[in-house]
T-cell receptor
Framework: AQSVSQHNHHVILSEAASLELGCNYS??????LFWYVQYPGQHLQLLLK????DPLVKGIKGFEAEFIKSKFSFNLRKPSVQWSDTAEYFC????WGYGSSNTGKLIFGQGTTLQVKP | DTGVSQNPRHKITKRGQNVTFRCDPI?????LYWYRQTLGQGPEFLTY????????KSRLLSDRFSAERPKGSFSTLEIQRTEQGDSAMYLC?????????????FGPGTRLTVT
């Protein structure tokens, strides 16, 4: 069965520190990859996405992620975090097999809570 | 506001009662999804509509759950004979159907508490 694993459940950083959140998925077919963010009291918002092409994708608010197909990974990075980045981050995979249609169904990881100390 | 809306935002019900939630997707989106999120977990897929057709249902969706999307516009999710284990956030998302690159937009969710 398809699954998504986020290695860090709770991360605490000081402002200006660098961030890397791990995400691995288990599926050998075609995938689209996403990172969603949920700020306190708000709904899920798309941070960035990978569909094809350059495996290094840039998103909003200075975030980027790198798709490494051989490692089934899609790690999220930010060189310098801010207090306003405090939120929960979810990695998600949309996968479908050859010859089947893509329903767009997302499989989410369990999330990583990021706390940035001012 | 042109985003996905959900009503009610919060629902408290007693075990055994029926509840119904509504989702209004972004107007031009023909795909609609329901997810369930419990504390400390990521959202889990429940069901998917393309226009008015329900094309996929998760095994998480027991016989007590039913979803509809009449006329391909808003959708409702009904839970019959609620159980305490149904307590969760129910999320709705919508997207356009454009090849293999559909991107989903999420609503604020309906938080269900079953007492």
């Amino acid at each position: 069965a398809q699954s998504v694993s986020q290695h860090n459940h709770h991360v605490i950083l000081s402002e200006a520190a660098s961030l890397e959140l791990g995400c691995n998925y288990s599926y050998g077919g075609t995938v689209n990859l996403f990172w969603y963010v949920q700020y306190p009291g708000q709904h899920l918002q798309l941070l960035l996405k990978y569909f094809s092409g350059d495996p290094l994708v840039k998103g909003i608010k200075g975030f980027e992620a790198e798709f490494i197909k051989s490692k089934f990974s899609f790690n999220l990075r930010k060189p310098s975090v801010q207090w306003s980045d405090t939120a929960e981050y979810f990695c998600a995979v949309n996968a479908w097999g050859y010859g089947s249609s893509n329903t767009g169904k997302l499989i989410f990881g369990q999330g990583t809570t990021l706390q940035v100390k001012p | 506001d042109t985003g996905v809306s959900q009503n009610p935002r919060h629902k408290i019900t007693k075990r055994g009662q029926n509840v119904t939630f509504r989702c209004d997707p972004i107007s031009e989106h023909n795909r609609l999804y329901w997810y369930r999120q419990t504390l400390g977990q990521g959202p889990e897929f429940l069901t998917y509509f393309q226009n008015e057709a329900q094309l996929e249902k998760s095994r998480l969706l027991s016989d007590r759950f039913s979803a509809e999307r009449p006329k391909g516009s808003f959708s409702t999710l009904e839970i019959q004979r609620t159980e305490q284990g149904d307590s969760a956030m129910y999320l709705c998302a919508s997207s356009l159907d454009w090849g293999q690159t559909a991107e989903q937009y999420f609503g604020p969710g309906t938080r269900l508490t079953v007492t």
